[in-house]
């Protein structure tokens, strides 16, 4: 089985729930405050190996007790934290989450995970990867560092997933580094200027997709499912989704992308991997909190023969 490597972010998320988000000025009361473990990277590395791959994290959070406890829990799920930097130059990063109605509004201050420079991202991997392994990557990190990892590691000849998340103007040559490009239906719509809402547009975006140079395309669309491109025949599959009472959508999308590098580094195909995926992040929103809403291996598995 290959090793998931994930370069990414650590956020120590801090989430209230309420009936409705504010409005400006205005200050309401909340309910079920949850204090856990986030950040996209750290979420993702957490559901690759919950969901049992081999899996080393490469990132930074400070020196502060939101930083030891966030490096805690990664190595108390297995995960290779050699590569995980704790730096005085910055505070661990925080994520402000405000739950409403089953979705969520958040504020991110990326404090450490801006700390790695380019040099620091390609050293980290030539210690850590071998071609064949899973790298994933997102963008919540410095931007160069964030680039210049994904390009590494396609040269040292890893698998990339890339999820381009939050959406930001990203270099044309971005994509021709990508194996998998896995994004939400509101980022498709930041790069494509489509909104993928039935098959017409999703097959546009795809489209567009393909032109700047995407293979492999994953687009998530909640609770309508999610659809894959592969990028050999550029037939689209369409994914249901599993039909779930959503307590909190936080890390839904992490532990999809997380669970699809899982499947993919067991030798599951892109569909079947996107499969696995779908149910895993069902399993994730049904309960409060980022990471401590990501199902185990033993979970999905119920899940999928139920």
Request: proline share 4%.
């Amino acid at each position: 089985m290959s090793r998931v490597i994930v370069f990414g972010s650590l956020n120590m998320d801090l989430s209230i729930a309420c009936d409705r988000p504010p409005l400006a000025g205005e200050t309401i009361t909340g309910r079920d405050l949850v204090m856990g473990a986030g950040g996209k990277g750290a979420n993702q590395a957490v559901a690759a190996a919950r969901l049992g791959a081999r899996t080393c994290m490469i990132g930074a959070v400070g020196t502060n007790a939101f930083g030891r406890e966030l490096s805690g829990g990664l190595a108390a799920d297995g995960i290779d934290t050699r590569e995980l930097v704790c730096t005085g130059a910055a505070p661990t990063g925080i994520a402000l989450i405000v739950r409403s109605g089953g979705d969520n509004r958040i504020i991110v201050e990326p404090g450490a995970n801006h700390v790695l420079t380019a040099e620091d991202a390609r050293a980290a991997l030539d210690r850590v990867a071998q071609p064949g392994d899973i790298f994933v990557t997102q963008l919540e990190c410095a931007l160069d560092a964030t680039l210049a990892a994904l390009a590494h590691a396609r040269a040292m000849g890893l698998a990339t997933i890339f999820n381009p998340a939050p959406a930001c103007p990203l270099p044309d040559d971005t994509w021709g580094y990508v194996d998998v490009l896995c994004l939400n239906e509101t980022e498709c719509a930041a790069y494509t200027g489509v909104l993928p809402e039935d098959e017409e547009t999703v097959a546009a975006a795809m489209a567009v997709l393909a032109e700047l140079g995407a293979g492999n395309v994953v687009i998530t669309r909640g609770a309508a499912g999610s659809d894959v491109r592969d990028a050999r025949s550029g037939t689209i599959h369409h994914i249901p989704a599993r039909m779930v009472e959503a307590v909190d959508t936080t890390a839904a999308g992490d532990t999809y992308v997380g669970a699809l590098a899982a499947a993919l580094a067991d030798g599951c195909g892109l569909a079947d991997a996107a499969h696995r995926a779908t149910f895993a992040a069902a399993l994730a929103v049904q309960a409060a909190g980022a990471q401590a809403s990501i199902p185990t291996l033993a979970q999905l598995e119920a899940a999928l023969d139920a």
